[in-house]
Protein backbone atom coordinates (compact mmCIF):
# COMPACT_ATOMS: atom_id res chain seq x y z
CA UNK A 1 0.00 0.00 0.00
CA UNK A 2 1.26 3.73 -0.98
CA UNK A 3 0.46 5.73 1.84
CA UNK A 4 0.46 9.17 -0.32
CA UNK A 5 -1.00 8.70 -4.37
CA UNK A 6 -0.24 11.46 -6.91
CA UNK A 7 -2.56 11.37 -9.64
CA UNK A 8 -1.44 13.46 -12.42
CA UNK A 9 -4.29 14.96 -15.18
CA UNK A 10 -1.90 15.50 -17.54
CA UNK A 11 -1.94 14.33 -21.01
CA UNK A 12 1.14 15.62 -22.18
CA UNK A 13 4.69 12.77 -21.33
CA UNK A 14 6.67 16.27 -20.49
CA UNK A 15 4.56 19.24 -18.84
CA UNK A 16 4.55 21.53 -15.80
CA UNK A 17 2.34 20.18 -13.47
CA UNK A 18 3.85 16.53 -13.90
CA UNK A 19 7.06 17.93 -12.65
CA UNK A 20 5.85 19.68 -9.68
CA UNK A 21 3.51 16.53 -9.01
CA UNK A 22 6.79 14.84 -8.85
CA UNK A 23 9.10 17.42 -7.29
CA UNK A 24 5.74 17.03 -4.51
CA UNK A 25 6.46 12.69 -5.09
CA UNK A 26 10.42 13.36 -3.78
CA UNK A 27 9.51 16.12 -0.76
CA UNK A 28 7.00 13.27 0.32
CA UNK A 29 9.79 10.39 0.36
CA UNK A 30 12.46 12.02 2.10
CA UNK A 31 10.19 12.04 4.68
CA UNK A 32 9.61 8.88 4.86
CA UNK A 33 6.87 8.50 2.92
CA UNK A 34 5.71 5.62 0.18
CA UNK A 35 4.68 7.21 -2.86
CA UNK A 36 3.13 5.55 -5.76
CA UNK A 37 2.47 7.77 -8.98
CA UNK A 38 -0.40 7.51 -11.67
CA UNK A 39 -0.67 9.40 -14.50
CA UNK A 40 -3.64 9.31 -16.84
CA UNK A 41 -1.24 8.53 -19.68
CA UNK A 42 -0.82 5.16 -17.91
CA UNK A 43 -4.39 4.53 -18.59
CA UNK A 44 -5.74 2.05 -21.69
CA UNK A 45 -6.71 4.55 -23.76
CA UNK A 46 -9.89 1.84 -24.61
CA UNK A 47 -10.58 2.36 -20.92
CA UNK A 48 -11.46 5.62 -20.69
CA UNK A 49 -12.60 6.16 -24.38
CA UNK A 50 -15.44 2.62 -23.64
CA UNK A 51 -15.84 3.69 -20.59
CA UNK A 52 -14.50 0.39 -19.34
CA UNK A 53 -15.68 0.66 -15.32
CA UNK A 54 -14.52 -2.96 -14.48
CA UNK A 55 -11.14 -3.09 -16.08
CA UNK A 56 -8.17 -4.08 -14.16
CA UNK A 57 -6.50 -0.86 -14.70
CA UNK A 58 -9.31 0.89 -13.25
CA UNK A 59 -9.50 -1.67 -10.61
CA UNK A 60 -5.95 -1.18 -9.68
CA UNK A 61 -6.37 2.36 -9.35
CA UNK A 62 -9.52 2.42 -7.65
CA UNK A 63 -8.01 0.26 -5.00
CA UNK A 64 -4.37 2.62 -4.67
CA UNK A 65 -6.56 5.51 -3.80
CA UNK A 66 -9.13 4.00 -1.52
CA UNK A 67 -5.83 2.84 0.86
CA UNK A 68 -4.07 5.72 0.19
CA UNK A 69 -3.79 7.94 3.66
CA UNK A 70 -3.59 10.96 1.17
CA UNK A 71 -3.79 12.18 -2.36
CA UNK A 72 -2.25 14.55 -4.33
CA UNK A 73 -4.17 15.76 -7.41
CA UNK A 74 -2.88 17.83 -10.33
CA UNK A 75 -3.93 18.70 -13.63
CA UNK A 76 -2.85 21.34 -16.32
CA UNK A 77 -5.83 23.77 -16.89
CA UNK A 78 -7.50 23.91 -20.55
CA UNK A 79 -10.58 26.13 -21.29
CA UNK A 80 -10.91 27.29 -17.64
CA UNK A 81 -11.18 23.77 -16.28
CA UNK A 82 -8.89 20.43 -15.21
CA UNK A 83 -7.94 17.92 -18.30
CA UNK A 84 -10.42 15.75 -19.88
CA UNK A 85 -8.70 12.81 -19.62
CA UNK A 86 -8.69 13.65 -16.15
CA UNK A 87 -12.45 13.61 -15.83
CA UNK A 88 -12.64 10.45 -18.19
CA UNK A 89 -10.76 8.91 -15.55
CA UNK A 90 -12.75 10.40 -12.61
CA UNK A 91 -15.89 9.32 -14.32
CA UNK A 92 -14.84 5.79 -13.91
CA UNK A 93 -13.88 5.29 -10.19
CA UNK A 94 -16.50 4.44 -7.48
CA UNK A 95 -18.47 7.66 -6.29
CA UNK A 96 -16.77 7.52 -2.91
CA UNK A 97 -13.30 6.50 -4.02
CA UNK A 98 -11.82 9.16 -1.80
CA UNK A 99 -14.05 8.64 0.99
CA UNK A 100 -12.58 10.98 3.87
CA UNK A 101 -8.80 11.00 2.09
CA UNK A 102 -7.22 14.03 2.53
CA UNK A 103 -6.91 15.09 -0.84
CA UNK A 104 -4.17 18.28 -2.16
CA UNK A 105 -5.32 19.73 -5.36
CA UNK A 106 -2.93 21.27 -7.93
CA UNK A 107 -3.40 23.04 -10.99
CA UNK A 108 -0.85 24.80 -13.47
CA UNK A 109 -2.13 27.31 -16.16
CA UNK A 110 -0.55 29.92 -18.55
CA UNK A 111 -1.48 33.17 -16.67
CA UNK A 112 -3.14 33.92 -13.38
CA UNK A 113 -6.73 34.35 -15.27
CA UNK A 114 -7.32 31.14 -14.89
CA UNK A 115 -7.06 30.99 -10.90
CA UNK A 116 -10.25 29.86 -10.15
CA UNK A 117 -10.42 26.75 -12.30
CA UNK A 118 -8.90 25.16 -8.80
CA UNK A 119 -11.63 26.42 -6.86
CA UNK A 120 -14.85 26.42 -9.07
CA UNK A 121 -13.65 22.76 -11.33
CA UNK A 122 -11.31 20.81 -9.41
CA UNK A 123 -12.20 21.28 -6.33
CA UNK A 124 -15.90 20.74 -6.79
CA UNK A 125 -14.92 17.34 -8.86
CA UNK A 126 -12.61 16.06 -5.97
CA UNK A 127 -15.62 16.78 -3.22
CA UNK A 128 -17.78 14.59 -5.28
CA UNK A 129 -15.84 11.72 -4.67
CA UNK A 130 -16.08 12.18 -1.14
CA UNK A 131 -12.60 13.50 -0.91
CA UNK A 132 -11.73 16.10 2.04
CA UNK A 133 -10.14 18.48 -0.16
CA UNK A 134 -7.48 21.13 0.71
CA UNK A 135 -6.75 24.79 -0.21
CA UNK A 136 -5.15 24.14 -2.82
CA UNK A 137 -2.28 25.52 -5.19
CA UNK A 138 -2.16 27.28 -8.54
CA UNK A 139 0.84 27.94 -10.61
CA UNK A 140 1.51 29.82 -13.74
CA UNK A 141 4.00 28.28 -16.27
CA UNK A 142 6.78 30.86 -15.66
CA UNK A 143 6.99 30.19 -12.12
CA UNK A 144 8.14 26.20 -12.99
CA UNK A 145 11.69 25.61 -15.05
CA UNK A 146 10.77 22.23 -16.92
CA UNK A 147 14.52 22.59 -17.45
CA UNK A 148 15.43 21.16 -13.72
CA UNK A 149 13.17 17.95 -12.75
CA UNK A 150 14.61 17.62 -9.28
CA UNK A 151 13.79 21.90 -8.41
CA UNK A 152 10.87 22.54 -11.02
CA UNK A 153 10.26 25.58 -8.90
CA UNK A 154 11.59 28.51 -9.43
CA UNK A 155 10.33 31.52 -7.23
CA UNK A 156 11.65 30.89 -3.31
CA UNK A 157 8.10 32.44 -2.89
CA UNK A 158 6.30 29.80 -4.40
CA UNK A 159 8.16 26.84 -2.98
CA UNK A 160 7.51 27.81 0.29
CA UNK A 161 3.94 28.37 -0.63
CA UNK A 162 4.12 24.41 -1.99
CA UNK A 163 6.05 23.14 0.86
CA UNK A 164 3.52 24.78 3.36
CA UNK A 165 0.55 23.90 1.54
CA UNK A 166 2.37 20.27 1.74
CA UNK A 167 3.16 20.38 5.41
CA UNK A 168 -0.62 20.66 5.88
CA UNK A 169 -1.37 18.05 3.64
CA UNK A 170 0.73 16.12 5.95
CA UNK A 171 -0.33 16.96 9.19
CA UNK A 172 -3.91 15.91 8.46
CA UNK A 173 -2.55 13.03 7.34
CA UNK A 174 -0.85 11.93 10.76
CA UNK A 175 -3.92 12.97 12.76
CA UNK A 176 -5.65 10.20 10.89
CA UNK A 177 -5.94 6.86 12.75
CA UNK A 178 -3.74 4.47 10.25
CA UNK A 179 -6.07 1.32 9.34
CA UNK A 180 -4.99 -1.72 7.86
CA UNK A 181 -6.44 -2.57 4.53
Known sequence: MSEIVILSGSPAKESRSELVLKHLGELLEKQGFSVAHISVRDVPQEDLFEGRFGSPAIAEISTLLHQSRGVIVGSPVYKAAYSG???????????????????LPLMTGGSSAHLLALEYTLKPL??????QSLKGIYLVDSQIDKTNPHQPIIEAEIEQRLKKQLEYFLEIIERQPVTSA
Open 126 to 131: LANLKG
Open 85 to 103: VLKALIDLLPQDVLQATPV
